[in-house]
């Protein structure tokens, strides 16, 4: 895969899949703009991009529910680089609810998990036409079915969103040249159920539960999935658009 002088922008960088994806293409000499909130991780991550291929990443803090700063991604990676040829729309929050409680925890998902990608989306968009790039979201197994040990309502509705929105786009774009992909993870080990709200202790054992319950019987690693976001974002898969990639290690079977 070769993603020489490509510039690739991640949200979501700061750790687990987006920090996997952001060494992985450092790694292959690209140019990788590395979006996220915890500024001092950002930079942790930046600094092991650079020390792959001497290349020094772009890092940008940015709460992608607010407009300016996702308005800003765009432009400074422009600024700098003049290009985008691949957008990774990684970030996420994981939102559990019910029902009963009201709309504002839908409204909370949706603001990071679909509306914020499709505003940075429509702002790369004319850049990408210009490189005929492409664009990898970054969904959830939770788009294709609700989660059974976990009410994750809000969060389920989101992804299942963001799923319809990489196949309107595909189709949308395609005939410009850019194509749009959608890795749907099942259970990872990344630090995401801890910001969903739950404790080292309570991760430990839903992870020992799933692991159990899976098919293969283990936790997928950001770097698995990080390798199926290259794939998809490189030329070997070129004719592969509006597809919605699982890896679950057969999760959503049972």
Same mark, same amino acid.
């Given at each position: ?23 992985? +293409? ?45 308005? &800003? ?15 990774? &729309? &990684?970030?996420?929050? %994981?939102?559990?609810?019910? *029902? ?9 998902? *949706? ?39 976990? &009410? +994750?309502? /809000? +969060?389920?509705?989101?992804?299942? %969103? ?28 990344? /630090? ?22 899976? /098919?293969? %019987? ?12 290259? +794939? ?23």
């Amino acid at each position: 895969m070769d993603f020489d002088n490509k510039v690739i922008v991640i949200t979501g960088a700061s750790s687990g899949i987006g920090a996997a994806a952001a060494l992985l +293409y450092a790694k292959q000499s690209a140019k990788v703009v590395l979006v996220g909130r915890n500024e001092e991780s950002l930079n942790k991550v930046a600094k092991q991009c650079e020390d792959a291929r001497g290349i020094k990443p772009l890092t940008i803090k940015a709460e992608l529910s607010h407009d300016d700063d996702v308005k &800003n991604i765009v432009t400074k990676t422009i600024n700098i680089f003049g290009r985008i040829d691949v957008l990774v &729309n &990684n970030a996420g929050v %994981g939102v559990q609810g019910s *029902i009963l409680e009201g709309v504002e925890l839908l409204d909370r998902a *949706i603001a990071t998990n679909l509306r914020a990608v499709y505003h940075l989306t429509s702002l790369a968009a004319p850049h990408l036409i210009k490189t005929k790039g492409n664009i990898v979201n970054v969904s959830s197994v939770a788009a294709l079915r609700p989660i059974k040990d976990v &009410n +994750y309502l /809000p +969060y389920c509705i989101s992804k299942a %969103g963001l799923d319809q929105f990489t196949k309107c786009l595909a189709v949308e774009l395609g005939r410009q040249g850019v194509r749009v992909n959608s890795v749907n993870p099942g259970g990872t080990n990344t /630090p995401f159920a801890e910001t969903a709200g739950f404790t080292k202790e309570q991760v430990s054992e839903l992870y020992k539960s799933r692991s159990s319950l899976y /098919p293969l %019987g283990k936790m997928a690693e950001s770097e698995e999935v990080a390798d199926l976001i290259l +794939y998809l974002s490189s030329d070997r898969a070129r004719s592969i658009t509006g597809s919605i990639y699982v890896i679950d290690n057969g999760e959503i079977l049972v």
